[in-house]
């Protein structure tokens, strides 16, 4: 089946830092996609990308589907920013979602 | 515009009962899916409804089922409750089904079986 690894799954970072998470996949998608959880448990959509680089002030993902994996890169990490990031995409008729990485922010 | 609303928000339930949940998706959006995630399990899906019509369905028993209105709005339903249906349910909306359709969630709603 279709397996999709994240990495770190737990990242403590001190408010001001930048961090990279990773999302590998083993199979092609179709659409890739990440959010964030927040504590209240809503999942926010952060990027829409099924190729190529996109920025959205201090984040900004790459995904490069050729090699099966995406990118998202936090910068002056907030304390805000803290909670669950998952990346998720679409293949053989459902979306899969990563476990996530859980992110602390300590300010 | 609105985003995806979810109701119930929270709600308690004994096992052996059965629950609804309902999706009201974005304005204009015509596929509504449906996730369980659990602490153990993580986020799986359930099934997928795009213009009335289950397109597809996730490893979940049959006490889990659905249904989708000529208005987009979707609900879900749980009979016979069993402890491990404790979870948080997610419902999300897309303009399309599948391949191209970005994801928009809701609140969620906070399933307690006691």
């Known amino acids: 089946g279709i397996q999709v690894e994240q990495s770190p799954p737990d990242l403590i970072l001190q408010e001001g830092a930048n961090s990279t998470l990773r999302c590998n996949f083993s199979d092609s998608v179709n659409n890739l996609q990440w959010f964030h959880q927040n504590p209240w448990g809503q999942l926010i959509n952060l990027f829409y990308i099924p190729s190529g680089t996109k920025q959205n002030g201090r984040l900004s993902a790459t995904t490069v589907a050729t090699e099966r994996y995406s990118l998202l890169y936090i910068s002056s990490s907030q304390t805000t920013d803290s909670g669950v990031y998952f990346c998720a995409f679409y293949n053989f008729n459902k979306f899969y979602f990563g476990s996530g990485t859980k992110l602390n922010v300590k300010p | 515009k609105a985003g995806v609303t979810q109701t119930p928000r929270y709600l308690i339930k004994t096992r052996g009962q059965q629950v609804t949940l309902s999706c009201s998706p974005i304005?204009?959006?015509?596929?509504v899916s449906w996730y369980q995630q659990t602490p153990g399990q993580g986020l799986q899906f359930l099934f997928e409804?795009?213009?009335?019509?289950?397109?597809n369905k996730g490893n979940f028993p049959g006490r889990f089922s659905g249904r989708q209105f000529s208005n987009s709005r979707s609900e879900m339903n749980v009979s016979t409750l069993e402890l491990g249906d404790s979870a948080l349910y997610l419902c999300?909306?897309?303009?399309?089904?599948?391949?191209?359709?970005?994801?928009?969630f809701g609140e969620g709603s906070r399933l307690t079986v006691l």
């Open positions: 409804y795009f213009s009335e019509t289950q397109r």
């Open positions: 999300a909306s897309s303009w399309t089904s599948g391949t191209t359709g970005e994801l928009f």
């Open positions: 304005s204009g959006h015509r596929s």
